[in-house]
């Protein structure tokens, strides 16, 4: 069974940096897609930042580009999300999860419904 454990979550003041981490057991990742998404109270989950296997390829939705970095180290089958210049508008439960099938293209990296594993969230909030 997968498990994912995210950590590091936390309050900051605007501007402000966190590293969220999480920790994959279960399943060797090192041909999988990683991802973070996030939920706001009242919105859908949405699409964060996602690494290809390799690491050669990641993508981030636009409004934290520049501003968040994903890493993976798939030795210690772990995913990392860099949060500087936090907003108050990033304030959301941030999961990570793991794709369902290897190798999976850049579209698929960027959906929802293609990742199959979860971890419990971890929540960030930034304050004004």
């Known amino acids: 069974q997968v498990q994912l454990v995210e950590s590091g979550g936390g309050s900051v003041q605007d501007g402000g940096s966190l590293k969220l981490s999480c920790a994959i057991s279960?399943?060797?990742?090192?041909?999988?897609?990683l991802a973070w998404f996030r939920q706001a109270p009242g919105k859908e989950r949405e699409f964060v930042a996602a690494?290809?296997?390799?690491?050669?390829?990641?993508y981030y939705r636009d409004s934290v580009k520049g501003r968040f970095t994903i890493s993976r180290d798939n030795a210690e089958n772990t995913v990392y999300l860099q949060m500087n210049g936090l907003k108050p508008e990033d304030t959301a439960l941030y999961y990570c999860?793991?794709?369902?099938?290897?190798?999976?293209?850049?579209?698929?990296?960027?959906?929802?419904?293609?990742?199959?594993?979860w971890g419990q969230g971890t929540q960030v909030t930034v304050s004004s």
């Open positions: 999860a793991c794709g369902r099938t290897p190798f999976m293209s850049t579209i698929q990296m960027q959906t929802r419904n293609e990742y199959g594993d």
């Open positions: 690494v290809n296997y390799s690491s050669r390829n990641k």
């Open positions: 279960g399943r060797a990742v090192s041909r999988y897609a």
